[in-house]
C-alpha cells in the first residue's frame, strides 16, 4: 500500500470470521507496495440461477464479498453479471460504497435465457486488460504491478463446450487474471453438484463420467452453507496473497 501497510495474511481468516471486528490485521512495510489490486465479482445472472434457487444466495455472497473486500482495502472493485453476455454493473476506478452497492444488487434479475461460458472468460478476459490499461494511465506511468482477481459465482451448469472454456481460462492465468469459481450448490444432496454426471463421446462411445472431472475452471469452491463464506474468501485471498509473494507474478 502507498501509506506503506500491508496486510498480515496470518490473521485475514479470524479477521473476516469475526465479522471484521478483530482488526489487527496491518503491518508496517518498509518500503512502498507497488502492486495495485482489482478484483471483480461476476454474477451468474441466468434463469437457471433461479430455478435451482441460487440467486438469494448469490446475492448473499455478493454482499459478504464486498464487505470484505471494502474492510481489507484489497483494492478496486467491480461487478458483473453475466448470462448470454457480460454487463459491468459496478465499473472499477469507482468508489464502492453502500448506494452505489445497493444499485448493484438491483440490476440482477436472475432472466436470461442462457450462459455463454466461453464468451464469460473471453469476456472476463478482455474486461480485465481494458481495466490494467485504465489503472495504468492513472498511476502516470509509476511501474507500479496490477494484480486482478476474479470471484465468478454460480451454480455452474456448464453444458457447452468445456474444452473451450478450458481454454480461455488458461489464457487467463497466462495474463496472470486468476479466476475462481463460487458453486453455489443444492442444499438438498440429491441436486448437489457432486451427484451430476456428463455424458460425452469419445470416438463416437457414449462415456459417462462425474460431472467435476472435466470441470474446465481449475479453481474452484463449492459452497452449500453461507456461514462458510467469510472462511473461504479469506482462504482465497490468503492463497492469493501467497501466490503474488512467491511467483514471478
Not at 30 to 52: G, L
Not at 134 to 140: A, H, K, P
Not at 152 to 162: C, K, L, N, T
Request: charged share 25%; proline share 4%.
Amino acid at each position: 500500500y502507498r501509506t506503506g501497510k500491508r496486510i498480515n495474511i496470518k490473521k485475514i481468516i479470524p479477521y473476516i470470521a469475526s465479522q471484521f471486528r478483530k482488526d489487527k490485521i496491518w503491518m508496517r512495510r518498509t518500503k512502498p507496495n507497488k502492486r495495485d489490486y482489482q478484483v471483480m465479482i461476476a454474477i451468474d445472472d441466468s434463469q437457471s440461477m433461479r430455478e435451482n434457487s441460487a440467486g438469494t444466495l448469490a446475492l448473499e455472497a455478493l454482499a459478504t464479498l464486498t464487505q470484505a473486500l471494502t474492510l481489507l482495502e484489497v483494492g478496486e472493485i467491480s461487478l458483473a453479471s453475466f448470462g448470454d453476455q457480460v454487463n459491468v454493473v459496478h465499473p472499477f476506478g469507482k468508489p464502492f460504497s453502500d448506494s452505489s452497492g445497493a444499485h448493484a444488487l438491483s440490476r440482477f434479475k436472475f432472466e436470461q435465457k442462457t450462459t455463454e461460458w466461453a464468451g464469460l472468460v473471453k469476456g472476463l478476459i478482455e474486461l480485465l486488460e481494458q481495466a490494467k490499461m485504465q489503472q495504468s494511465r492513472r498511476s502516470s506511468g509509476s511501474n507500479t504491478q496490477c494484480l486482478q482477481l476474479v470471484f465468478v459465482i454460480s451454480d455452474a451448469r456448464i453444458q457447452q463446450d468445456r474444452e473451450m472454456v478450458a481454454r480461455w481460462c488458461r489464457e487467463a492465468l497466462r495474463r496472470r487474471q486468476l479466476l475462481v469459481m463460487l458453486v453455489i450448490d443444492s442444499t438438498d444432496p440429491k441436486q448437489s453438484i457432486l451427484k451430476l454426471r456428463s455424458v460425452t463421446y469419445p470416438n463416437g462411445k457414449l462415456k459417462i463420467v462425474q460431472y467435476l472431472d472435466d470441470f474446465p475452471f481449475p479453481f474452484y469452491i463449492i459452497l452449500r452453507d453461507m456461514a462458510q463464506l467469510p472462511e473461504v474468501v479469506a482462504d482465497t485471498l490468503r492463497q492469493w496473497f501467497e501466490l503474488i509473494q512467491h511467483s514471478s507474478m
